[in-house]
C-alpha cells in the first residue's frame, strides 16, 4: 500500500523556520521525483519545491527561492523540506508528492501557520 506520510508542520513566527519531512512508504521511492506543494485557504495548490530521483536537481518557486530548501535521502526514504525565514503568506497547508511517468502519489498534508 502507498503511503506519503507528512509531519514537521505547525506555528511558528515570523522570520522562524521548520522542517517538513514526508516518509514514503509502498513503492521504490528512489525511481520518483518528489515535490513539495501548498495550498493556502481561497487559493489554488501551488508548487513550491522539487526534486530529482537522485537528488541531483532542484527547483523552487520563486516565492521560496532562497529561504526554503529541499532534500531527499533514498536510504531513509524521505524528502524534506527545509523552510526558514518564514512569512505570514507561507501559511498553508503542504503536501508532498511523488511522480514516476504518469504515476502520482499524493500525501495528506501538514499545517504550517505563520503567525505572531
Known amino acids: 500500500q502507498v503511503q506519503l506520510v507528512e509531519s514537521g508542520g505547525g506555528l511558528v513566527q515570523p522570520g522562524g523556520s521548520l522542517r517538513l519531512s514526508c516518509a514514503a512508504s509502498g513503492f521504490t521511492f528512489s525511481n520518483y521525483a518528489m515535490n513539495w506543494y501548498r495550498q493556502a485557504p481561497g487559493k489554488e495548490r501551488e508548487l513550491v519545491a522539487d526534486i530529482t530521483s537522485a537528488g541531483g536537481n532542484t527547483n523552487y518557486a520563486d516565492s521560496v527561492k532562497g529561504r526554503f530548501t529541499i532534500s531527499r535521502d533514498n536510504a531513509k526514504n524521505t524528502v524534506y523540506l527545509q523552510m526558514n525565514a518564514l512569512k505570514p503568506e507561507d501559511t498553508a497547508v503542504y503536501y508532498c508528492?511523488?511522480?514516476?511517468?504518469?504515476?502520482?502519489?499524493w500525501g495528506q498534508g501538514t499545517q504550517v501557520t505563520v503567525s505572531s
Open positions: 508528492k511523488a511522480h514516476f511517468w504518469a504515476r502520482n502519489y
